[in-house]
C-alpha cells in the first residue's frame, strides 16, 4: 500500500487545531494556571502582584497546541496576522453571574443559520467563533463579527481582532481536551467533544466574500412583498444601464440611491435592489465586484439619508462631491500596512493606511496626486466607504527591493564590505568590521546601530535597536549563520557578533529571508 500525505481527518487534533486557529507569527500567549483565581465572578488569570498572562515571542505550533490539550501549557492565539489580515474572529461575551444560558445561545444561533461555534470561557461567559477559509482584512471580519454580536443579542460584546490596532490575544478552547470546560456547545446545551467541534468548525468555514455578506444580513420580522411598479421601474432603469458605454459606475449609484426610498417604504426589498443592478452592470461590462460596490455605495448613501426628503422620482439633490472608493489593494511586506486606492473617475493613489483612514488627509493627498479636489465626510461615513470597498480588496505583495528585509540586507551588506576592514580582531574596538578569513566577519552591534540608525542620514531612523537585532537573526540560523558571544578586547570583555560572509556571495533573492511584517492595519 503506498504512503500518502495525511488528510484532515487523519492528521492529529492538535494539527487540526492550529490549523483552525491561524493567527499572530511572531507571538503567542499564555499563563501560570496555578494563579487563576475567583475575583468577584470573573476568573482572573493574575495574582494579586499582576503576575500570570504573559506574551511569548514565536507562533503558536502544533507542539504548543498538544500541551494545550493536555493541560500543561495554556495557549492564547492573536487572531491577527502581522500584516493586518486574520482567519478567525470571536465574539467575546463577559457573562459571568451565571444567568448565561449557552444552550439557548446555540438554539439561536442554529435557527438563524449563521455559520459560528459557541464555547463556553474560563469565566463562564461564551466566545462565539467565526472562521475564514482565506486570510481577511481584519477591517471586514470586525465589522461582520460587530453585526453578528448585535444580531444575537449581545451588541455591547467585545469583537478580535478589533477594527484597528493589533488587539489581544485569546484564550483558545479545550483546555485540558475532553475534560475542559471551555468546550463546543451545541443547541439545547450538549457539550461537544474535541474531534466534533473541530469537524463542525472546518464545515463552516466561510469565504472571506460570504463573511462579508453576513455583516449586510438583517433579521426582519417579515418578508417585504415587492411592489410590481416599482418592479417594473426597476427594470426599465436596469435595461437602461445595460446599453451603456459611459457613465456606468455613476448610473448604478444613482439608481440605488434612487431606489433606496422605496426600500425604506418596504416596497422593495435591499438584495432585489443590488442583484438587478449588480446584473445591468455586468451586461454593461463591468465586473460584478465592481458593479456591487456602486450599487451598495448608492443603496446606503441613501438609507443614511433616511430623514431627508422623499421627493419625487427624480434623484435627491447631492450636495456637494465625495470621494467613492472603487477598489482596495492592500500591498504587503511595507515597513507599515499601504494601500493603493482606486478613486473612481480619477484614477490611483497609493497612501500608508493610516492617511487612508483620515478623510482630510486623504483628501489632500488626492489634491495632490490626482488634482481633484472632495468633500469632507464624517468619521462614520468615511468608515462606511472603507469597508464596503475593504469586503472585495485584493492583496497584493510589495516589489522586494521595496522591503524592509531587502533594504536591511543592503545595509548591513555596505556596513560589513564598504569601509576599511580591521587588521585584527582588536580593532573592532575602532567600529571596524573584522573578516578573520573563516568564513566569519565580526562586528560590535552598536557599531551598526550607530551606523544604520544613529548617525544622520541613517537609513533606518526611528527603528528600535530590538528590530535590528531581529533583522539579524532572521538571517539565517543561529550559531550556523550569526551568532553573538564575548571575547576579551584590550583586556576588557566585550560583545562581539559574527555574519557568515558566503551569505553575501550570492544575489539576494538566494537567500531565504523570513517575512518580518509591518504593524498591524
Not at 230 to 236: F, G, I, P
Not at 434 to 448: G, P
Request: overall charge negative; some cysteine.
Amino acid at each position: 500500500m503506498s504512503a500518502h500525505p495525511p488528510t484532515a481527518f487523519e492528521a492529529s487534533p492538535a494539527h487540526r487545531l492550529h490549523e483552525l486557529f491561524l493567527g499572530a507569527e511572531t507571538r503567542h500567549g499564555t499563563y501560570d494556571p496555578a494563579r487563576l483565581r475567583l475575583v468577584g465572578s470573573k476568573m482572573e488569570m493574575k495574582d494579586p502582584a499582576g503576575n500570570g498572562p504573559r506574551d511569548v515571542n514565536g507562533p503558536a505550533t502544533a507542539e504548543l497546541w498538544e500541551k494545550h490539550l493536555a493541560g500543561t501549557r495554556p495557549l492564547g492565539v492573536s487572531p491577527l496576522r502581522e500584516d493586518g489580515m486574520c482567519r478567525f474572529g470571536v465574539v467575546d461575551i463577559d457573562l459571568y453571574d451565571g444567568g448565561f444560558n449557552h444552550g439557548e445561545l446555540a438554539e439561536k444561533i442554529r435557527r438563524a443559520g449563521l455559520p459560528l461555534i459557541l464555547t463556553r470561557s474560563k469565566s463562564g461567559g461564551g466566545h462565539v467563533w467565526l472562521f475564514a477559509s482565506e486570510w481577511m482584512t481584519q477591517s471586514s471580519m470586525n465589522a461582520t463579527l460587530v453585526a453578528l454580536a448585535a444580531r444575537l443579542g449581545y451588541a455591547g460584546a467585545e469583537t478580535y481582532p478589533p477594527a484597528i490596532g493589533s488587539g489581544n490575544w485569546m484564550n483558545m478552547p479545550y483546555l485540558g481536551g475532553e475534560t475542559s470546560s471551555r468546550c463546543g456547545v451545541k443547541a439545547g446545551g450538549l457539550e461537544m467533544a474535541v474531534d466534533e467541534f473541530i469537524a463542525v468548525s472546518e464545515a463552516t468555514r466561510c469565504t472571506p466574500t460570504e463573511i462579508a455578506r453576513l455583516a449586510a444580513m438583517e433579521e426582519k420580522p417579515g418578508t417585504t412583498v415587492p411592489s410590481s411598479r416599482v418592479l417594473r421601474k426597476l427594470a426599465e432603469r436596469c435595461d437602461d444601464i445595460a446599453d451603456l458605454a459611459d457613465g456606468r459606475k455613476r448610473a448604478l449609484h444613482d439608481t440605488a440611491f434612487l431606489f433606496g426610498k422605496y426600500v425604506l417604504k418596504d416596497r422593495v426589498d435591499a438584495d432585489t435592489v443590488i442583484g438587478r443592478l449588480v446584473g445591468a452592470g455586468v451586461a454593461a461590462g463591468l465586473e460584478p465586484n465592481i458593479a456591487e460596490s456602486h450599487a451598495r455605495n448608492g443603496l446606503e448613501a441613501r438609507l443614511r439619508k433616511r430623514g431627508g426628503s422623499d421627493g419625487g422620482d427624480g434623484d435627491d439633490e447631492d450636495d456637494g462631491r465625495y470621494a467613492e472608493i472603487e477598489k482596495i489593494v492592500i500591498i504587503t511586506g511595507h515597513d507599515e500596512p499601504v494601500w493603493r486606492v482606486t478613486v473612481a473617475d480619477y484614477g490611483e493613489i497609493t497612501l500608508p493606511s493610516r492617511e487612508v483612514w483620515k478623510n482630510d488627509l486623504f483628501n489632500l493627498r488626492c489634491a495632490e496626486s490626482l488634482r481633484v479636489g472632495f468633500k469632507r465626510l464624517s468619521v462614520n461615513e468615511w468608515a462606511n466607504r472603507l469597508n464596503d470597498a475593504l469586503r472585495v480588496a485584493e492583496t497584493e505583495a510589495a516589489p522586494k527591493d521595496e522591503t524592509p528585509e531587502y533594504r536591511f540586507r543592503m545595509a548591513l551588506e555596505e556596513f560589513l564590505f564598504d569601509r576599511h576592514l580591521a587588521n585584527s580582531i582588536e580593532e573592532l574596538l575602532l567600529g571596524k568590521p573584522y573578516d578573520d578569513d573563516n568564513d566569519k566577519i565580526w562586528f560590535r552591534f552598536k557599531d551598526l546601530r550607530r551606523r544604520v540608525i544613529e548617525e544622520p542620514g541613517a537609513p533606518f531612523r526611528g527603528w528600535s535597536p530590538k528590530r535590528i537585532g531581529d533583522m539579524l537573526k532572521a538571517m539565517g540560523r543561529d550559531g550556523v549563520d550569526v551568532f553573538t558571544t564575548t571575547k576579551k578586547l584590550a583586556g576588557r570583555t566585550t560583545e562581539v557578533r559574527w555574519v557568515r560572509r558566503s551569505l553575501f556571495d550570492g544575489p539576494i533573492g538566494e537567500i531565504p529571508l523570513p517575512p518580518l511584517s509591518a504593524s498591524p492595519i
